[in-house]
């Protein structure tokens, strides 16, 4: 299929005119070219326009772009930040921004193989692409396959070391939704339970002065408070880490950054500085690049733990006991999660030490 638009349409679309499209002071190639054609009844040929699957477009170094359709601008990229690649055309690639399509430049992006999850339970992964052909073993819902080639009905892949084919139906270059561990509740248990044994011990104080059994009232208050946050082995950190817990149920919207809103690094950035300050760069995948490196195993309250598929996506601040606050998604408000739970134990990419 070939799309020819009439240059003010495309201009106003796709926005043609590079200086619209590219922040002239943050991108490090600016040779821009801002003429135009004036003829409004000229046609521009595009060329084909080519849909794509399980491929990332991953914007290059040194390079802030705006990504545009519509005649708006969509969002803002910075160096590191991925997106679905859904097709290509000419010299612009479409891409999909927050579940809405928009175009960016193919100049100012690197295209990369995106994994694919299997998205049903016991699915076949087979050695040839039909269902006579021999089964190499069994896969869950969620597993994440290394995407080879796609042959429409079949898929080719490489689980680990071994390579085959998994019918199309059943795989998908989005994740699939699978329950999360949410540990909440065992928390707040166990500062119920505290709560409830200074409650008896007052009780059986109960003939002491009206404003005696405020101020006792007032002191539970802050020892249930207290107690709720685990401990850091910084002050800075625990400071990030007291912070964070006064944020859980604040509401997810995409590019907030606090202070009673925020998305995934809207809440770190914005708590790393009110708590610290320590400004962080302002999306997850900059901020992966920002402290020293810590593995999994040694992580500590108030580290930065980053997650993805392929590529950094989300980020969230570490409290210990293999659990995070986050702010998840749209719906959803920041919350206490495990980094151990189905969902994100595989996506898992590295953890940045800060303070």
């Known amino acids: 299929m070939k799309k020819k638009i009439l240059v003010p349409m495309f201009a106003s679309v796709m926005a043609l005119s590079m200086n619209a499209v590219v922040n002239a ?7 821009i070219d801002n003429t135009e054609d004036k003829t409004s009844q000229d046609i521009i040929d595009l060329g084909k326009y080519e849909e794509i699957t399980y491929k990332t477009a991953v914007v290059k170094d040194g390079v802030a772009v705006k990504i545009r359709n519509g005649g708006k601008v969509k969002l803002v990229a910075y160096t590191g930040d991925s997106f679905k690649a859904l097709a290509t055309q000419g010299e612009w690639v479409e891409v999909s921004v927050n579940g809405e399509d928009g175009w960016i430049p193919s100049r100012f992006v ?27 073993e069994e896969l869950s819902k969620g597993s994440k396959l290394e995407v080879l ?9 490489k689980n680990g070391d071994k390579e085959g084919y998994i019918s199309s139906k059943y795989i998908s270059d989005e994740a ?7 540990v909440e509740e065992t928390v707040s248990e166990e500062a119920t339970t505290r709560v409830s044994n200074n409650q008896s011990s007052s009780n059986q104080s109960s003939n002491t002065q009206k404003s005696d059994k405020k101020n006792n009232s ?15 082995n910084t002050s800075s950190a625990q400071a990030v880490v007291n912070l964070a817990y006064s944020k859980i149920g604040s509401p997810y919207v995409w590019g907030a950054e606090g202070p009673n809103s925020f998305d995934c690094s809207g809440l770190t950035s914005y708590v790393y500085k009110k ?4 400004s962080l760069p ?40 293999g659990n995070m606050i986050h702010s998840p ?6 919350k206490i999660t495990s980094i151990n739970s189905s969902y994100y134990s595989g996506r898992f990419i590295t953890a940045k030490r800060v303070l």
């Open 110 to 136: 690197d295209i990369k193989s995106a994994p694919g999850f299997v998205t049903e339970e016991k699915v076949n992964f087979r050695k040839n692409a039909n269902t006579d052909s021999e089964i190499i």
């Open 218 to 232: 007032s002191s539970n208050k802050t020892e249930q408070s207290n107690e709720n946050v685990p401990a850091a």
């Open 329 to 334: 998604k749209p719906g959803e408000s920041v």
């Open 25 to 31: 002071d943050e991108v490090k190639d600016n040779n």
């Open 176 to 182: 699939p939704v699978i329950e999360e561990v949410v």
């Open 282 to 321: 302002r999306t997850s995948s900059a901020q992966s690049g920002y402290g020293k490196t810590v593995s999994k195993s040694n992580l500590q309250p108030g580290d930065l733990v980053f997650f993805g598929s392929g590529s950094v996506s989300h980020v969230g601040i570490y409290i210990g006991g």
């Open 275 to 278: 708590a610290a300050g320590v």
């Open 149 to 157: 080639e796609d042959k429409g009905e079949w898929i080719k892949v």
